[in-house]
């Protein structure tokens, strides 16, 4: 087998990262917290938008640019307990009886990400203007 495939399968096999991470800016404590369902990536995106200075997060971009990048570290608060069955690419969230289940996983897993969000941005209360989050309205 080739090395290319190796790879492909070795990726294909690796468990699923999601979690909660937040980019904390050193020189004035500020945080910002979001949630990923691909940690291994988070910081990487993050990272990547901020120096091109299009983050969706204003604050923050403001402060990173005017640093220079300097200064913030990225933490991953708390991983998601996935199923055992979840693989870094949900080719194995399977759909045999076609019902359509591998869809309501893929949301069992988004909600519950988001109400591990929830739970850090009230346990370290981020939001603005001592943290980089603005605080949602209720639905």
């Given at each position: 087998?080739?090395?290319?495939?190796?790879?492909?399968?070795?990726?294909?096999?690796?468990?699923?990262?999601?979690?909660?991470?937040?980019?904390?800016?050193?020189?004035?404590?500020?945080?910002?917290?979001?949630s990923s369902n691909?940690?291994?990536?988070?910081?990487?995106?993050?990272?990547?938008v901020l120096d091109?200075?299009?983050?969706?997060?204003?604050?923050?971009?403001?402060?990173?640019?005017?640093?220079?990048?300097?200064?913030?570290?990225?933490?991953?608060?708390?991983?998601l307990r996935l199923?055992?069955?979840?693989?870094?690419?949900?080719?194995?969230?399977?759909?045999?009886?076609?019902?359509?289940?591998?869809?309501?996983?893929?949301?069992?897993?988004?909600?519950?990400?988001?109400?591990?969000?929830?739970?850090?941005?009230?346990?370290?209360?981020?939001?603005?203007?001592?943290?980089?989050?603005?605080?949602?309205?209720?639905?």
């Amino acid at each position: 087998m080739n090395r290319r495939k190796e790879l492909q399968q070795e990726y294909g096999a690796m468990k699923r990262q999601m979690g909660v991470y937040q980019i904390v800016n050193q020189r004035n404590g500020k945080r910002f917290i979001n949630s990923s369902n691909s940690l291994s990536a988070a910081w990487q995106r993050d990272r990547f938008v901020l120096d091109l200075g299009s983050h969706m997060n204003k604050s923050l971009q403001a402060e990173y640019s005017a640093s220079g990048g300097e200064g913030f570290e990225f933490e991953v608060l708390e991983e998601l307990r996935l199923d055992d069955s979840v693989r870094h690419d949900y080719k194995d969230i399977a759909d045999p009886d076609g019902t359509g289940s591998n869809r309501l996983v893929a949301m069992g897993y988004r909600d519950a990400l988001r109400k591990l969000e929830d739970k850090w941005l009230a346990r370290l209360a981020c939001y603005e203007p001592v943290g980089y989050n603005r605080r949602r309205r209720s639905t």
